[in-house]
C-alpha cells in the first residue's frame, strides 16, 4: 500500500481533506467510491495521518508511521476477509463493540470499512446509529470505501461527504509502473488487466520476489492483522500462493500471447493449440489472454497511430494490413468469448475458437 502514490495521483481530494481540516469543518463520515485501484483505501489512511500529524499529514512523521503500519489504537480497519465476498454483519458488530470500550488513547476515534457496497442492506442501517451517535461522546470519524455507489443504501449516503476517486488515466499509469522499473511492454500489458499500481507490479515482480517476508512488512492485508497465530499463519500462506499464482499466470501467458502474435496460418496455430491448450485450463488464464488479445485488436482498429500496445507496433501494423476489414469482426468474436468465458464455458475451448479467430 502506497499512500503517498496514491495521494500525488488524487492530490485534489487530498488538499480538500486538508482545507477542512484546517477550517475545522471535517465531517463525521465520509463515504470514497470509484473503481478499483484509484486509492480509496490509501486516501483513508492519509484522512487518518491528517486528523493526528502534527505536521499537517506529511505520512512521514512517527505518528503517521504508526498509523499506516496499522499500529494506532484509534484507527480501526475492516475489509472483505480471506475467502469471503463481503462484510459481514458480524464484522460490524464486532467494530461496534471494540469502539464501546475506553481508548487508552485521547484523540478521535476512527474507523475505515472498506467494501461497505459489498454488505447486506440490513448490516449496513445497522450503523446508522453508530455513525450519527458516537458512543462515550468520543469524536469518531468513519470513512467507508466502496466500488459501487448503488451498492451503499441511501440512508448511509446521505449522512457522509462523498468523494469521487476518478481512475488515473492510461499514460499516467503506465509511466508510473516505467517509471517503478517495469519495461514499456510489461506496464502496458500490466496495465490492461488492473487499474492497481501495486497489484500490477505484483503481476510482474512477485515472481521473484520473497513473498512472506514481503507481505509481513505491509500491514495493509487485513486477513494477516489475524490475532490467532495459526489462522494467521494459514492466511499468510492463501495470500503468497494467490500472489505468486497471478505473477506466474501473468508471465505465462505473456510469453504465448507475444508467440501467438506471430503465427501466420492455421497449420501453425494447429500446432500452437496443441503445444499450449493444458496452460489453459484455468478461466484466470484464458481471462489474461483475452484482456491481451482484444486490446491489440482495439489498438489495430482505433489507436493506429498511437497504440497502447505501442512495443507492438510492427506486429499492428502486420495484422492490419493482413487482416484489413476482418478486424472489426475478429474483436466482436473475442467481446463475446469473453462473455461465453464468463458463462463457465471450458477455457480450452475459448483457446481453441479465439485463435481459430485470431489468424
Known amino acids: 500500500m502506497n499512500v503517498k502514490r496514491a495521494v500525488e495521483n488524487q492530490m485534489g481530494i487530498f488538499n480538500m481533506l486538508k482545507m477542512a481540516k484546517s477550517q475545522n469543518r471535517m465531517s463525521h463520515a465520509y463515504l470514497f467510491y470509484g473503481e478499483e485501484g484509484t486509492g480509496k483505501k490509501e486516501m483513508a489512511y492519509a484522512l487518518a495521518c491528517l486528523l493526528y500529524c502534527p505536521n499537517g499529514g506529511d505520512l512521514t512523521c512517527p505518528v503517521c508511521k504508526t498509523i499506516l503500519d496499522n499500529n494506532h489504537m484509534n484507527v480501526d480497519y475492516i475489509g472483505i476477509e480471506q475467502n469471503k465476498s463481503k462484510i459481514s454483519k458480524e464484522q460490524i458488530t464486532n467494530l461496534q463493540d471494540e469502539f464501546a470500550k475506553t481508548s487508552l488513547v485521547e484523540g478521535t476515534r476512527i474507523y475505515i470499512i472498506d467494501g461497505i457496497d459489498t454488505a447486506t442492506s440490513s448490516a449496513q442501517n445497522s450503523l446508522l446509529k ?7 461522546q468520543t469524536p469518531t470519524v468513519g470513512i467507508f470505501l466502496a466500488k459501487e455507489l448503488p451498492n451503499v443504501v441511501n440512508t448511509i449516503q446521505s449522512r457522509c461527504i462523498l468523494e469521487h476517486f476518478p481512475s488515473i488515466p492510461k499514460e499516467k499509469e503506465i509511466k508510473i509502473l516505467e517509471d517503478e522499473g517495469l519495461s514499456s511492454i510489461d506496464a502496458r500489458l500490466a496495465s490492461i488487466l488492473t487499474n492497481d499500481i501495486d497489484e500490477a507490479l505484483g503481476f510482474v515482480l512477485n515472481i521473484d520476489k520473497d513473498l512472506n517476508e514481503e507481505l509481513m512488512k505491509d ?6 492483522n489475524e490475532p490467532n497465530h495459526d489462522k494467521r499463519e494459514a492466511n499468510l500462506k492463501l495470500e503468497v500462493e494467490k500472489l505468486l499464482k497471478q505473477s506466474k499466470d501473468y508471465h505465462a501467458v505473456k510469453e504465448i500471447f507475444l508467440e501467438m502474435l506471430k503465427l501466420k496460418n492455421e497449420k ?23 484482456n491481451f488479445t482484444i486490446t491489440f485488436l482495439e489498438d489495430v482498429l482505433f489507436h493506429y497511430e498511437n497504440p497502447i500496445l505501442s512495443p507492438l507496433k510492427e506486429e499492428i501494423i502486420e495484422y492490419s494490413k493482413k487482416h484489413g476489414k476482418k478486424v472489426e469482426d475478429t474483436l ?28
Do not use: G, W
Not at 219 to 224: A, C, I
Not at 281 to 286: C, E, G, H, I, S
Open 130 to 136: 453508530f455513525i450519527e451517535e458516537p458512543i462515550n
Open 268 to 290: 501453425m496455430a494447429v500446432m500452437f493449440f496443441t503445444k499450449y491448450v493444458n496452460v489453459f485450463q484455468d478461466v484466470a488464464r484464458m481471462n489474461i489472454l483475452l
Open 219 to 224: 500491514n495493509s492485508y487485513s486477513s494477516l
Open 332 to 359: 466482436e468474436e473475442c467481446l463475446l468469448l469473453s462473455k461465453n468465458l464468463s458463462y463457465n464455458v471450458l477455457p480450452k475451448n475459448i483457446f481453441h475458437s479465439l485463435l481459430l479467430k485470431f489468424i
